[in-house]
């Protein structure tokens, strides 16, 4: 459950009956999710955040599911939804369930390093490459990741159809989400950006078991065009799509190809993925 902890008086009668039901549910579910001691420090955390009264920004908080502990911005920044996300409601889950062995994770989109960490934890043997466009998501992504050592290879850029430099924009999801955009004409742009054969050639594999890409809308940019170049070394993509004209850029780009296909949370997963013996019939 992702608790609303922001104060919003005066309560309707309904809601002085609700709003505790759903506090004690919320402390119950962190608790079994993270164990006792986690639980109460997170359910703790998140109320005070979001009070008006001074406190920590930043927290270190060691869900189970984890090697390391894990530093958290509780507010201004998305860590606190993407935490829930990945460690009280499990949205990897069954993406780490269907992929049992992986050698090689590309993670785009890495935001402050929660999935990465997931996936070095729950694969002792995997080799990650991160990558993540916003300054202040990769100095604590770094920070998160660096207890894992060599298996986790960082880049401070994005992915993009070509090689480029490409603009940071701060319009999407409310302020709090980074997207990267064409610097246009005579612009110098903020962050170097990769297309994903180059991603995959720097790591020095030919294949990726695992895509995993959170990438604020920019998937309707990169699979729009050159998906031919890479989508064949691509086992599994893990993929959250903001909305229809996304999607359908999306399963468009996925038309030559066989998988199977499930939905977990926000995410769409694209398993198995193999080329059509007749390339010309349209994906499932």
């Known amino acids: 459950m992702d608790l609303d902890l922001a104060p919003t008086p005066p ?17 119950r579910d962190y608790c079994r999710e993270l164990g006792v001691p986690v639980g109460l420090q997170w359910f703790c955390s998140r109320a005070l955040a979001h009070l008006p009264i001074p406190g920590p920004a930043r927290r270190v908080m060691k869900p189970r599911d984890l090697m390391h502990p894990v530093n958290v911005e509780m507010r201004p920044s998305s860590d606190e939804y993407v935490f829930n996300q990945i460690f009280i409601r499990h949205e990897y ?7 049992p062995e992986p050698k090689f994770i590309l993670d785009l989109g890495a935001n402050v390093g929660y999935a990465s960490a997931l996936f070095a934890s729950r694969y002792p043997q995997v080799r990650i490459l991160a990558v993540e466009p ?23 850029g994005a992915v993009w159809p070509s090689c480029s430099r490409l603009a940071l924009s701060h319009e999407f ?12 004409s005579g612009g110098k742009g903020d962050v170097e950006a990769w297309d994903i054969q180059t991603l995959l050639d720097f790591a020095q594999v030919e294949i990726a078991d695992i895509v995993k ?17 890479w989508l064949p070394r691509v086992r599994n993509i893990c993929i959250e799509l903001h909305g229809q004209r996304y999607r359908n850029i999306f399963f468009n780009a996925l038309a030559g190809y066989e998988y199977e296909a499930a939905e977990t949370g926000e995410f769409t997963m694209c398993l198995g993925l193999r080329r059509r013996v ?3 019939m349209a994906a499932k």
């Open 213 to 229: 890409i959170d990438i604020e809308g920019t998937e309707a940019a990169l699979f729009a065009s050159n998906t031919d170049q």
């Open 278 to 280: 007749n390339a010309g």
């Open 173 to 184: 999801g409310n302020g709090l989400a980074t997207q990267v955009k064409a610097a246009g």
């Open 11 to 27: 309560f309707t009668p309904w809601q002085l009956v609700v709003r505790p039901i759903r506090v004690v549910t919320g402390v």
């Open 134 to 156: 916003d300054p202040r998501n990769f100095a604590l992504c770094r920070r998160n990741l660096a207890p894992y050592g060599d298996r986790i290879k960082l880049l401070n």
């Open 93 to 99: 889950a069954p993406l780490c369930e269907r992929v």
